[in-house]
């Protein structure tokens, strides 16, 4: 659903430059980018965790996480709409694609039963509202808000399948772009996401149940390139 999403936003973007009249201000318009080089790091956290056997005896859990490291690309469009006196205001559209690394997590049931597993991270998108300040036709520097969501992708061999939770939550950023050309542009930006809390259940392969509340927190840098239109 969401690459339609995309898609169909690009098509909006390039019917918008068809059309464009003279802009007053460099940065306004439709522009996409890519960002190839980049750090990422996503860690879940559980609380609120019970085991009830399948014989119906209850007990406390706690599980545990390590952060999921590793490299980071993504693609994005957007428009930015002039409001004058070189601000701007914008949307755009964000997509990770690919897999996170994967890192460790433990299960600790009743203080001593011990279960150990990997987790990663995929389908990581957003939705974002983006004021702007041109500090001239070379140089912008923005800030970002929006929606962001993700999949979180559990697997415990032995112990129960994979497990595959949406999770979604709200992104903030701050980015800076450099004029290369008088269409092409570096960028980096940095991206800190904040999910919300959720229940999850799930089923062990001895018949046990599993519930808790996760959330989870990330954050990511990107350089790249980018073309506005």
Known sequence: ???????????????AHANAQTKSNAWEGAYGQIGFIGYESYIPKSSNGTTTTAGGTTYPNTATANHANGPAANISIGYNFDIGSQYLLGVGAALYPGHSRSASSTLITNGSIIK???YDVSNIFSFSIIPGYAIDKDRLIYAKVGYAGSTINANSP??????SN???????GLGYKQSITESIYAFGEGN??????????????????????????????????GYRF
Not at 196 to 210: H, I
């Open 116 to 118: 150990t597993g990997t």
């Open 166 to 172: 949406r999770v979604n939550g709200t992104v903030y």
């Open 1 to 15: 659903m969401k690459y339609k999403l995309i898609t169909t936003a690009i098509a909006v973007l390039l019917s």
């Open 192 to 225: 800190y996401a904040v999910n919300r809390s959720k229940p999850v259940t799930v089923l062990t392969d001895s018949g046990s149940t599993v519930t808790s509340t996760a959330d989870a927190t990330g954050y990511d840098f990107i350089l790249g390139i």
């Open 158 to 163: 032995g112990n129960y399948p994979q497990q």
